[in-house]
């Protein structure tokens, strides 16, 4: 069961296969492993031991960021990703990452980026389109139309609490015009925009 798995330079946590989300581009379609990993489709949730064990094996000065993110959303088990983020801050000081679709607020029913500061470092958030309208139609979120008005309320949420917020969309996806209404709504955000390369 693939775990921890490395991707460039950075050692990556694969702890959920759940998602709120549908996409109609998402990797989990088309592949079963991302960098150098192994598959990623898991037995079972690990439980936090599981995943604290797991850094053992793995020489952690190699890397230079720890990533949550797999094939799932990470913050359908954000209570545990806190206590396994603690385990790391503690033992190997890394800054640490969480790639998300921003919809955590949905998902836990509180407001999970005030917990953020002291554990997680970045939060880079999918943005994937400017369009409210069209953004659903690509997400096809089980939370419906209220989904995109909640992840810029928790990007809004993450820059309050004085994260590092990284906006994302995809190369090639949307049109240069509509990249920069995404940046616009970054600037206003005080978010950083990236527009991500395309994966096949």
Known sequence: MEILYKVHNNLYVNMTNKCPFACTFCLRQTMDRIGESDRLWLEREPDVNE???EFDKWNMDDFGEVVFCGFGEPTEVWDKIREVAAY??????????????????????????????????????SLNDPDKDEYHKLVRSRFGDKTFDAMISFANECVKNGLHVVMTTVDTTISHEKEEECRKICDKIGAEYRIRPWES
């Open 88 to 125: 790391v801050k503690k033992t190997y000081n890394k800054p640490i990452r969480i790639n998300t679709n921003g919809a955590g607020n949905l998902i836990n029913a509180r407001d999970i980026a005030a917990e953020m500061p002291g554990l997680i470092d970045t939060v880079s958030i």
């Open 51 to 53: 995943v604290i064990a």
